[in-house]
């Protein structure tokens, strides 16, 4: 039997959409104010979803504990109060959009999980502006 458990999160960052291969009229009409040269910033949301099988013994999908301490490691640690274009890695060539943040961070939650676990990750950069990504 499948269940799906889920822990929330937040991070605080700044960010500039913008591709260095385009000038700057040509970032200004894709990207728009995000494309803010001095960089902006959001307050994220994140909900971690993990799914997979009840542990006989334990009762857990998984131990919220173990959940909390790689969001903890993995995002809240690696983002929370940084310049995602110059101070994160991931984002030295990778446009931190929305989506991309999203991808960098399943990829890095998944690989501290145990392999028969699914994971989905979504971000809210706004209350009303949010991405999902499970791996697809």
């Known amino acids: 039997m499948k269940v799906t458990v889920s822990r929330k999160a937040h991070f605080n960052a700044a960010h500039r959409l913008y591709r260095k291969d385009w000038n700057f009229e040509k970032n200004e009409d894709i990207f728009g104010k995000c494309n803010n040269p001095n960089f902006h910033g959001h307050n994220y949301e994140l909900i971690a979803s993990v799914t997979g099988d009840i542990d006989k013994e334990t009762g857990y999908v998984i131990d919220m504990k173990v959940l909390k301490d790689i969001i903890k490691s993995e995002v809240e640690d690696a983002f929370d109060h940084k310049n995602l274009n110059l101070e994160v890695p991931e984002f030295t060539d990778l446009n931190p ?13 998944k690989s501290k999980l145990d392999s028969n676990l699914e994971l989905e990750i979504t971000l809210y950069e706004t209350p009303r502006n949010f991405v999902s990504y499970s791996g697809r």
């Open 97 to 109: 959009t929305a989506e991309n943040i999203a991808v960098v961070i399943y990829n890095k939650m």
